[in-house]
């Protein structure tokens, strides 16, 4: 079957650097998202990794590792307003969004 | 670019009645539109795929006859809530992808669905 894993609950202080990680195993990859929800709202976009590396924009980076099947989400200078939910989501061969649960992330100052 | 808006963004109705949610990609072409369903505090349940000019592909336990989607159009799908009861309010979302089968989805701002 398809899974994706990540944290259900990570909590951080604010101006710290907080790592997210996924771990996946689906049939096929054609890249892995990261999304950011806040509470009451819709996803929005923040990588796409489809290489090995890292990828890195502003505060925000991510990871991946094709051959582990792992990736992570690293934010860094945390702020109150990162608190959300970020989600995982991995590309499969059928060009399916898989998703993972997400992980809430608690900022406190 | 890649807007994707979702009209209306709340509504509330008895049970029994129907409910259209309509979703547009605003400045581009959607060739794919996806419908998710997310109750309180729980992760996105993705309830369908619909390509333009053909008919949607449903998700495992999600009832085709209840939940009606229509993707007329590369800028427009909509979904019916038909004959809507109190366990069918949840916060509705669509997202959309281009042209390129690997693109990430944008998505709407999305619906929450009261019923009363």
């Known amino acids: 079957g398809q899974n994706i894993d990540q944290p259900t609950e990570m909590t951080a202080t604010e101006g710290a650097i907080v790592q997210i990680n996924c771990t996946y195993q689906?049939?096929?990859?054609?890249?892995l998202f990261w999304y950011q929800q806040h509470a009451g709202e819709a996803p929005t976009f923040l990588s796409y990794?489809?290489l090995d590396g890292l990828e890195e924009k502003g505060r925000f980076s991510s990871f991946l590792s094709r051959s582990k099947g792992y990736s992570y989400l690293l934010l860094k200078e945390l702020q109150m307003k990162d608190s959300a939910s970020y989600l995982c989501?991995?590309?499969?061969?059928?060009?399916?969004?898989?998703w993972g649960a997400g992980t809430k992330l608690i900022i406190k100052p | 670019g890649a807007v994707v808006s979702q009209h209306p963004s709340w509504v509330i109705c008895k049970s029994g009645t129907s409910v259209k949610i309509e979703c547009r990609s605003l400045?581009?072409?959607?060739?794919?539109m996806f419908w998710y369903r997310q109750f309180p505090k729980q992760s996105l349940m993705l309830m369908a795929t619909?390509?333009?000019?053909?008919?949607?592909?449903?998700e495992q336990g999600v009832e085709k006859d209840k939940f009606l989607i229509n993707h007329a159009s590369l800028t427009l799908s909509t979904l019916t809530v038909t004959s809507a009861h109190p366990e069918d309010s949840s916060f509705y979302i669509c997202?959309?992808?281009?042209?390129?089968?690997?693109?990430?989805?944008?998505f709407g701002p999305g619906t929450r669905l009261t019923v009363l």
């Open positions: 997202s959309a992808r281009g042209l390129r089968e690997v693109g990430e989805q944008f």
């Open positions: 400045d581009f072409q959607a060739t794919t």
């Open positions: 619909s390509n333009e000019g053909s008919k949607a592909t449903y």
């Open positions: 689906t049939s096929g990859f054609n890249g």
């Open positions: 990794n489809v």
């Open positions: 989501a991995v590309t499969d061969s059928n060009y399916q969004l898989i």
